[in-house]
């Protein structure tokens, strides 16, 4: 019996170096993907806050009778002195996609 000893000593060292290994490479990939979720998420909202926004559409003297969001677009109608207009402005990134001028 005296004989048993020690290979089970041996066996049961090399275990738990391999769980001990195996659990510290568990952590280190756990860490890994939350720095990447964070890192990933501070991108993402740089990204939508930098974006730049119409402020003024309507020329001077314009006003605008209605809005419509349809979908990811702004539909305006805009009326002033020389005749109605449609613009058309994208509400994701706030560009200007269009301005169609309608008869008089």
Same mark, same amino acid.
């Given at each position: 019996m005296t004989s048993d000893v020690p290979a089970s000593t041996a066996s049961y060292r090399?275990?738990?170096? *391999?769980? @001990?290994? *195996?659990? &510290?490479? @568990?952590?280190?990939?756990?860490?890994?993907? @939350?720095?990447?979720?964070?890192?990933?998420?501070? /991108? /993402? &909202? +740089?990204?939508?806050?930098?974006? !730049?926004?119409?402020?003024?559409? !309507?020329? !001077?003297?314009? /006003?605008? +009778?209605? &809005? +419509?969001?349809?979908g990811n677009r702004i539909l305006m109608r805009l009326s002033s002195g020389e005749g109605d207009e449609l613009v058309i402005v994208d509400a994701n990134s706030g560009r200007l996609l269009g301005r169609v001028r309608l008869g008089q």
């Open positions: 090399g275990l738990l170096a *391999l769980v @001990i290994i *195996l659990g &510290a490479l @568990i952590m280190i990939g756990v860490g890994a993907l @939350i720095a990447g979720a964070m890192l990933g998420a501070g /991108r /993402r &909202a +740089e990204a939508e806050s930098a974006q !730049p926004f119409i402020t003024a559409v !309507p020329a !001077p003297g314009a /006003r605008l +009778e209605s &809005a +419509e969001l349809q």
